[in-house]
């Protein structure tokens, strides 16, 4: 009698979500500890997460203390951006791995002092596929579309979309120029994530960007 056994790479996959899920869970732990909110950001490279993480630390410096943990293929560029407006960014270098995961977070985090932080932004990889499956142990998590990107993005990536605490369309300052259709992108959004709070903003010129810093604050949006 023959038994059907479960591909290996299955298998293996299984064991590191589950691994995954434990050192999550361990982060969580930690920053509700200290009385830390953390929210991952996600998106395709060039949504804007880095230039909205920017106006935030800009917006925000003095009323709510703020860290960032970036993570991206290579350099340091985006943590050196970032560090200008005086809050504390570090850099995860994930080399050929496309997401950020719990042990990553993990290993950053003695770098900071939560104690003396209540938002940690943890800036994930420009990639909507890997980082949907990885919990970081976030209590909150931001997807980010642009206006740039077309509007049925949320369709071709529904797994992604469907871990959105909020969905943010960024760069609404050039919705007009590039022909962008507000309310079909809205309609895919709901159709991938049924009910999911949606922000619309542009880093640049300012608009929206007090429904987003509620959202950082944990204020319902």
Same mark, same amino acid.
């Given at each position: 009698m023959t038994t059907t056994q479960a591909p290996r790479?299955?298998?293996?996959?299984?064991?590191?979500?589950?691994?995954?899920?434990?050192?999550?869970?361990?982060?969580?732990?930690?920053?509700?500890?200290?009385g830390v909110r953390?929210?991952?950001?996600?998106?395709?490279?060039g949504?804007?997460?880095?230039?909205?993480?920017?106006?935030?630390?800009?917006?925000?410096?003095?009323?709510?203390?703020?860290?960032?943990?970036?993570?991206?293929?290579?350099?340091?560029?985006?943590a050196a951006r970032l560090r200008q407006w005086g809050s504390q960014a570090e850099q995860? !270098?994930?080399?050929?791995?496309?997401?950020? +995961? @719990?042990?990553?977070?993990?290993?950053i %985090?003695?770098?900071?002092?939560?104690?003396?932080l209540d938002v940690l932004f943890l800036e994930n990889v420009g990639n909507l596929v890997c980082p949907s499956s990885y919990d970081l142990g976030e209590a909150a998590r931001a997807v980010l579309i642009s206006t740039t990107e077309g509007e049925d993005k949320p369709l071709k990536y529904p797994t992604m979309f469907n871990t959105?605490?909020?969905? !943010?369309?960024?760069?609404?300052?050039?919705? +007009? @120029?590039?022909?962008?259709?507000?309310? %079909?992108c809205r309609e895919n959004i709901d159709r991938a994530r049924p009910g999911v709070p949606v922000?619309?903003?542009?880093s640049r010129s300012g608009a929206g960007l007090d429904e987003w810093f509620a959202f950082v604050r944990g204020e319902s949006v």
């Open positions: 790479i299955v298998t293996v996959r299984q064991n590191i979500l589950k691994a995954n899920d434990h050192t999550a869970a361990g982060n969580r732990a930690a920053f509700r500890a200290a953390a929210i991952n950001l996600a998106s395709s490279p949504a804007g997460k880095t230039a909205l993480l920017e106006r935030t630390l800009r917006d925000l410096a003095g009323s709510v203390r703020m860290g960032v943990a970036v993570g991206d293929l290579a350099t340091e560029n985006d995860i !270098v994930t080399g050929t791995v496309c997401h950020l +995961d @719990a042990d990553m977070v993990q290993n %985090l003695p770098r900071f002092d939560l104690d003396a959105a605490d909020v969905v !943010v369309i960024t760069k609404m300052d050039i919705a +007009d @120029a590039v022909g962008f259709d507000r309310d %079909l922000i619309e903003l542009s």
